[in-house]
Antibody, heavy 122, light 108 residues
Framework: QVQLVQSGAEVKKPGASVKVSCKAS????????MHWVRQAPGQGLEWVAI????????AYAQKLQGRVTITSDTSTNTVYMELRSLRPEDTAVYYC???????????????WGQGTLVTVSS | SSELTQAPVVSVALGQTVRITCQGD??????ATWYQQKPGQAPALVIY???NRPSGIPDRFSGSSSGNTASLTITGAQAEDEADYYC???????????FGGGTKLTVL
């Protein structure tokens, strides 16, 4: 079955960097874009970024532009999200999610990884 | 940047029908997608491509759209439907994907 497995929780100090991984299985890794979405404690979902694994073309949320980088490794079917210059407000659960689209009007994210809690605290 | 607006809280009596709405300019062009999130879990897809359900999602869930408003309807709500529901859409201004703020559904 299609599955996304993420790396474990991280605790970082302000100003540090974090790199979260998302390993895909059960489908053709190069046939689907991959998204990252985050959710601060008690808050809603916020789109972070997208990558096309075979080309490594990316797009990022304006709010995080310059601090976030998404990469992919087609040899291991893994996508990575690195967030730099961490701030307390970056504390959130970070999810990867596979992009699926049937046409130019509709995109959906399915499935989602289990989430990785990143805590930024001094 | 565009926004998608959802009511923060909606309640429904057990077995009754409830509609959760999502408003935004992007919905005039793009279909909404709906996700269900239960406490401590990752979001899960419930409605995609206007009104399609993934396997495993009960047929009491349906989606519709009119103008700038998309709706998720649960016909005969069950206790297990109590969750947060998020709409999402593609967007041509600002970030390419945008989520609604989420609706907490309580089943009484």
């Amino acid at each position: 079955q299609v599955q996304l497995v993420q790396s474990g929780a991280e605790v970082k100090k302000p100003g540090a960097s974090v790199k979260v991984s998302c390993k895909a299985s059960g489908y053709s890794f190069i046939s689907h874009h991959m998204h990252w979405v985050r959710q601060a404690p008690g808050q809603g979902l916020e789109w972070v970024a997208i990558i096309n694994p075979p080309t490594t073309n990316t797009a990022y949320a304006q709010k995080l532009q310059g601090r976030v980088t998404i990469t992919s490794d087609t040899s291991t079917n893994t996508v990575y999200m690195e967030l730099r210059s961490l701030r307390p407000e970056d504390t959130a659960v970070y999810y990867c999610a596979r992009d699926v689209s049937a046409n130019d009007l509709s995109w959906w994210f399915d499935p989602w990884g289990q989430g990785t809690l990143v805590t930024v605290s001094s | 940047s565009s926004e998608l607006t959802q009511a923060p809280v909606v309640s429904v009596a057990l077995g009754q029908t409830v509609r959760i709405t999502c408003q935004g300019d992007s919905l005039r062009k793009y279909y909404a997608t709906w996700y269900q999130q239960k406490p401590g879990q990752a979001p899960a897809l419930v409605i995609y491509d206007k009104n399609n359900r993934p396997s495993g999602i009960p047929d009491r869930f349906s989606g519709s759209s009119s103008g700038n408003t998309a709706s998720l309807t649960i016909t005969g709500a069950q206790a297990e439907d109590e969750a947060d529901y998020y709409c999402k859409s593609r967007d041509d201004s600002g970030d390419p994907w945008v989520f609604g703020g989420g609706t907490k559904l309580t089943v009484l």
